[in-house]
């Protein structure tokens, strides 16, 4: 079974920075693509950023030069850095498993709260 467990979200100040982290298990964490998503009150869920298991990286626009997402596969770990957070960045970030060739599944973390705020 697999399980995606986030934690580094929280509340800051517009400008400020955060590092959320998402923790992996069940699976062979570095053949997958690993994504983070957001998801804000009354909107649909958004890509953040994605990385594949060959370190490709890809983000939505809004976040383009502010956000940075890496992977250590050796601890089966994502990271996204986040940096000159603004109150557009409030909401709810997903981690996600994306599917592969012969394996179609997708996986959600429970997600982590990040509010920008003065």
């Known amino acids: 079974q697999v399980h995606l467990v986030e934690s580094g979200g929280g509340s800051v100040q517009p400008g400020g920075s955060l590092r959320l982290s998402c923790a992996a298990a069940?699976?062979?964490?570095?053949?997958?693509?690993m994504g983070w998503y957001r998801q804000a009150p009354g909107k649909q869920r958004e890509l953040v950023a994605q990385i594949t298991s060959g370190g490709s990286t890809n983000y939505g626009d809004s976040v383009k030069g502010r956000f940075t997402i890496s992977r250590d596969n050796a601890k089966n770990t994502v990271y996204l850095q986040m940096n000159s957070l603004n109150p557009e960045d409030t909401a709810v970030y997903y981690c996600n498993r994306g599917p592969r060739y012969g394996d179609p599944r997708v996986y959600w973390g429970q997600g982590t709260q990040v509010t920008v705020s003065s």
């Open positions: 069940g699976l062979i964490f570095s053949v997958y693509t």
